[in-house]
């Protein structure tokens, strides 16, 4: 480690004094303009993290649904998973170091976690479209090449398009081919194998409305829709031309404003989904025949998702173990009918998709979604071998089950939540079943919900357990919520504090939305007594 070279290299990267920052789940994130320290350190960091896993490590740039003005930067671990959480510390430690202790705390880093400086390291990068983000992506490569990492630069490609390239680059092609050339052939390749069987009957409705954010999933859609046009024809909007990234528009936006983006013309009854900015969400809606805007979120997708392969394993024959993971935010109406109707186990995890991927591993075939649209399912390496097997051993109707479920397996990218992936199998399984947007949307009615946000001096003073349902401190707050949720029918309350700001979160949802606001409202107030609220108390102002 040439520790000279590094303190000189350093000093072009400066770190702004008196900045801290955190890296949560989804790394580091804060105005662009702050991040040039970081991008250089965790180049340091991702070069250290492949020497210590003697694999490729991805590091990529991107805010994903912020605004424009904001930038970010996530490492990614060998198996396209997100970084083990002791190098999270590690990344929080390095990236708030001041100027002149870089150097030993590298070395700190090096020797707690068993590091051999004499190993290779290579390390691939990616990032979004903003404008930001290829001077950052240089003062990442400037990190990784004073280290004396090699790397490559992949430019301009989706965060699940970057997992995805470690995935396969670690697994030496097994999962597929490390270009962005091979992730469209192999998503292409399952997708139109798939839906070959659907087009038999009436295939003519396939088109489909996509709000791209004003983000790099438009380009990729862009350079990928020739795969697979043949089964479904693409019509995407704020493609980034005019607009800016994820404003008014985009997975997030329709979720949290419940409405459609703007610049895409809606008509009734067709169509259509949004990506975020980094195309790692997804999110479909509709309007119905009235004029009323219909948001199908990840609960839904989950559980058409679900559905599907439990029919599927049914029909094989073959009992493998499938589950859903979901977090408390997860409609309670969704949870029910995955439960009671589709015979699914379902199991409850703290937010954040790192708890909800792991927990997905436990399964022979584990689904999540985030409701915010973000997931994916994972199959376990026995799961897939037995698919493969039967796929090729079985007769008839078994066999044709079999070969489905084996493009499903191909269709999935199983490294990260993917919006093209995600969306390539939501097609591919409403033209199988022929169901319309309104069927789908018709498995079940959400309960009526409300999240609030309460102001607190110290969002600390709160701590959960029960996968954040359940509130332990303060005193007294989850007694308050247990009787406030006894007035009301089909009802439940929780709130957590967020990961990243002095505030509580509070979700309730009850069986009309006036009762769930009014819930909602009441907890708030409960929260703003017990737990130390600031500022003028909570309003009902819906």
Not at 163 to 187: D, F, I, P, S
Not at 196 to 211: M, T, Y
Not at 429 to 447: E, R
Request: net charge negative; glycine share 8%.
């Amino acid at each position: 480690m040439d520790l000279d070279a590094i303190t000189k290299s350093s000093a072009l990267h400066a770190k702004p004094v008196g900045l801290t920052l955190q890296y949560g789940t989804a790394g580091f994130r804060t105005k662009a303009e702050h991040l040039d320290h970081v991008m250089f350190r965790m180049g340091l960091l991702a070069v250290l993290r492949s020497k210590q896993t003697k694999s490729t490590i991805g590091v990529m740039v991107t805010a994903s649904h912020n605004p424009e003005e904001d930038n970010g930067v996530k490492l990614v671990d060998p198996l396209g998973e997100m970084l083990a959480p002791s190098w999270e510390e590690y990344a929080t430690c390095l990236a708030n170091a001041e100027e002149q202790d870089v150097q030993r705390v590298l070395l700190g880093i090096s020797e707690k976690a068993v590091v051999d400086l004499q190993q290779d390291a290579f390390v691939v990068i990616g990032r979004d479209t903003r404008p930001s983000s290829e001077k950052l992506a240089q003062s990442v490569i400037d990190g990784i090449t004073v280290l004396g990492g090699q790397f490559h630069d992949y430019g301009l490609v989706t965060t699940p398009q970057l997992h995805y390239m470690v995935y396969c680059r670690n697994t030496h092609g097994q999962y597929g081919k490390a270009t962005t050339e091979g992730y469209y052939q192999k998503l292409s390749k399952a997708f139109v194998e798939l839906t070959k069987q659907a087009f038999c009957g009436g295939g003519e409705n396939r088109s489909l409305k996509v709000d791209c954010a004003n983000g790099i999933g438009a380009l990729k859609l862009r350079e990928m829709e020739n795969y697979f046009s043949q089964g479904l024809s693409v019509q995407l909007f704020n493609v980034g031309t005019t607009g800016k990234l994820n404003h008014l528009c985009g997975a997030d936006f329709v979720k949290s404003h419940q409405k459609p983006p703007q610049g895409m013309e809606m008509k009734s009854n067709e169509r259509c989904c949004s990506f975020d900015g980094d195309a790692d969400r997804i999110v479909y809606y509709y309007y119905d025949a009235d004029g009323h805007f219909h948001l199908i979120d990840g609960d839904k997708i989950a559980a058409l998702i679900s559905s599907f392969l439990k029919e599927l394993l049914l029909e094989i024959g073959e009992s493998l173990n499938l589950g859903v993971v979901q977090t408390a935010y997860a409609n309670g109406s969704s949870t029910r009918y995955l439960e009671e109707v589709m015979k699914v186990p379902v199991h409850c995890t703290k937010t954040g998709v790192k708890h909800l991927h792991h927990k997905a591993q436990e399964f022979d075939i584990g689904v999540y979604f985030e409701a915010n649209g973000h997931g994916t399912v994972l199959f376990s390496e026995a799961a897939e071998r037995r698919i493969r097997q039967l796929a090729t051993g079985l007769e008839d109707e078994r066999r044709k089950a079999a070969e489905m479920l084996a493009n499903i397996v191909d269709l999935f990218n199983q490294a990260a939540g993917d919006a093209i992936s995600d969306m390539l199998v939501i097609e591919a399984i409403l033209a199988l079943k022929g169901l319309s947007v309104q069927q789908w949307d018709a498995l079940y009615t959400d309960l009526p919900n409300r999240q609030l946000k309460v102001k607190v001096a110290d969002r600390q003073v709160i701590s959960t357990t029960d996968a954040e349902r359940q509130a332990l401190t303060p005193p007294g707050l989850q007694e308050a919520v247990n009787d406030l949720v006894k007035k009301y029918k089909l009802s439940r309350a929780f709130v957590r504090p967020s990961g990243t700001e002095d505030i509580v979160r509070v979700y309730a949802e009850a069986d009309s939305q006036e009762s769930a606001d009014s819930l909602a409202h009441e907890v708030s107030l409960a929260v703003f007594q017990l737990a130390g609220g600031v500022g003028e108390s909570p309003q009902p102002n819906f």
